[in-house]
């Protein structure tokens, strides 16, 4: 096949869905005549730009807007609890996670937890989730504290000459992975010593920015995804002429292929009997090793073919890294801006030696930092939302009323089989009629009071201190206390031993699958600058 005969395929091919697509559009835009939205402009939310848009539609419009998406199709942003309460947990099977989402995931990591649905979903879902559990985090927290160690001890000798302007992205990125490296998958990426350069990370970083510069690619992979075997679709993907898609070709196989040495090293380690495994990064705590010796245990009815194993493997990292080295700079930036906050958090931190060793209990209670790490979670969730769609005609009832087009209350949405749902991370956990009027406010002080009425009985079906965040359900985010507590060290280790100023550069968060900061509009480097400074209590 030629390059002409190819496209021209993939032409004909996208004109039969299109037409497929427009006769079930006109029925959806009949039922959705009533609600209000902004103006049709669908580049505007899923483009690297849309992050004010993406805040105006979750901060200025009803609990339930309407965008319109592919093809002109309409589709609902939901930020209403009962709503995403019936959408991720009580009508779940209704609501599963859209095409595009599974088959760019598969295409991305294999058979893992992104990318699996029903009973191959749960089953993996089972094994994995003893290796989470907070008992199993008191294991993991200490091998935290070695890693945020090596890390304090690389940006000192950064920092050794006074004031130094230093990418925190980066030294966040590379710890970040190094804490998912060791604790879960045992393996060490990076010395963080100095400016290392580790392959997997360097593949990994530019994952989520070469994403977004891909847009055919995204749109085009559900269709791309039914046509023949695996081999098959790779084997087309050399032939894309566009060096973006070529990019990212190459750092899928990079992803792959590390994954898939790190388990034969684990395999090999495994059999050769406990003692082996202790040698190990990690002596076997890791995440992935309690899942090998989860499966080795489990019948044949419950366990996991190797392939899905190292699935995990990519899904966990590519998972881990962006979003909580991103929501550690985004963190340390706010600390930034507000250096009473920060001052009052080192104090904290200091006071209890969290700098130091704490074990689990101690430093998860240590009340302004939970403050802190929850109420950037609230405003600044990394995805500021996630897409179900729905596979039957169905109804969406609403915990209040939305006003129609027409003037008249809207108190249940009646859901047309296809339709797209924008699950609002960011609309639910901003709503004024939730959190009261400083809603969009970043005031971390408002944890440390009850919570409004208002939060605690709406049923906010999120699995994280009633946000939205890390989402809910059978699909919610499996490490959100991984990530919790590697916040929490790396934070309490960083306020003991240095301070954080802004520099003068134009910061700008972008949208992408996970928001991520440049400096200005243009350029698309994910880079974080900020004045770094050896703390002076910390001199001696
Ligand atoms: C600030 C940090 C993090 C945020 C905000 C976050 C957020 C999320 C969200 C929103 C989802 C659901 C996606 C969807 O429904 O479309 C998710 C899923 C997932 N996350 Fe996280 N995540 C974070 C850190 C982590 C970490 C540290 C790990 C691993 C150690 C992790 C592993 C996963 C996995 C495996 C899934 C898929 C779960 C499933 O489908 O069963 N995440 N995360
Ligand atoms: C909008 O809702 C009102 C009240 O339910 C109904 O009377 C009206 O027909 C609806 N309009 C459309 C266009 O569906
Ligand atoms: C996991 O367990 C199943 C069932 O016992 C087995 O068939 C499979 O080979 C195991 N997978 C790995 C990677 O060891
Ligand atoms: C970090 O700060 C702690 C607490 O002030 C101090 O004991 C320790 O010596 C400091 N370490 C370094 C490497 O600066």
């Not at 699950?423 to 944890?447: V, Y």
């Amino acid at each position: 096949m030629t390059f002409m005969e190819l496209w021209s395929s993939l032409l004909v091919l996208s004109s039969i869905i299109f037409a497929w697509q427009y006769l079930g559009i006109r029925k959806t835009r009949n039922a959705f005549q009533n609600v209000s939205g902004p103006a049709p402009a669908i580049a505007q939310f899923f483009s690297r730009d849309s992050t004010d848009f993406q805040s105006h539609l979750a901060f200025n419009y009803p609990a339930v807007a309407k965008l319109y998406g592919m093809f002109g199709r309409p589709m609902l942003y939901v930020s209403d609890p009962k709503a995403l309460y019936t959408i991720i947990i009580k009508d779940e099977s209704s609501f599963p996670e859209s095409d595009a989402f599974i088959s760019m995931n598969y295409l991305l990591f294999g058979h893992g937890l992104l990318a699996t649905l029903g009973e191959t979903h749960r089953k993996q879902r089972k094994l994995l989730s003893p290796a989470f559990s907070i008992n199993h985090m008191r294991h993991i927290v200490p091998i935290f504290y070695n890693v945020a160690h090596q890390l304090r001890d690389g940006l000192r000798k950064q920092v050794a000459g006074g004031t130094e302007e230093i990418d925190m992205l980066n030294w966040m990125g590379r710890t970040a992975l190094e804490l998912i490296g060791q604790g879960g998958l045992g393996y060490s990426f990076d010395p963080l010593v100095e400016d290392a350069h580790n392959e997997y990370g360097h593949a990994l970083k530019n994952l989520i920015p070469n994403l977004v510069q891909v847009p055919i690619l995204r749109l085009m992979v559900p269709y791309l995804m039914r046509v023949g075997p695996a081999a098959f679709r790779r084997f087309v993907l050399n032939f894309v002429p566009d060096g973006d898609v070529q990019r990212f070709k190459s750092i899928v196989d990079t992803m792959e292929s590390q994954s898939r040495a790190i388990f034969e090293k684990k395999k090999a380690a495994l059999l050769q009997g406990e003692e082996a495994v202790l040698q190990q990064v990690g002596e076997g705590k890791d995440i992935i090793s309690i899942l090998m010796r989860a499966n080795a245990s489990s019948s044949e009815a419950e366990g996991l073919p190797e392939d899905q194993i190292i699935a995990q493997m990519s899904t966990l990292v590519l998972a881990a890294t962006d979003t909580t080295s991103n929501t550690l700079a985004r963190i340390i930036e706010i600390l930034a801006e507000h250096p009473d906050v920060q001052e009052k958090l080192r104090a904290e931190v200091l006071d209890a030696h969290a700098g130091e060793s704490l074990v689990y209990d101690e430093l998860d209670q240590l009340p302004l930092l939970d403050s802190v790490c929850r109420e950037t979670l609230r405003l600044n969730p990394p995805a500021v939302f996630s897409t179900r769609v729905a596979s039957r005609d169905t109804i969406l009832p609403l915990a209040e009323p939305i006003v129609g087009v027409d003037g008249s209350l809207i108190s249940d949405i009646p859901v047309v089989k296809g339709t797209e749902v924008i699950i609002g991370i960011l609309g639910c956990n901003a709503r004024k009629e939730l959190w009261g009027e400083d809603a969009h406010e970043w005031k971390p002080e408002r944890w440390l009071a009850p919570l409004p009425e208002k939060v605690i009985k709406s049923t906010i079906p999120g699995v994280y201190a009633n946000l939205m965040t890390f989402v809910g359900g059978r699909r919610a985010c499996i490490g959100f206390k991984f990530s919790e507590m590697e916040m929490k060290v790396v934070l309490s280790v960083l306020l003991a031993n240095f301070t954080f100023e802004l520099t003068d550069k134009p910061i700008v968060w972008n949208a992408a699958a996970v928001r991520y900061p440049t400096l200005g509009r243009i350029d698309n480097k994910p880079q974080l600058p900020l004045k770094v400074r050896l703390y002076e209590g910390a001199k001696a």
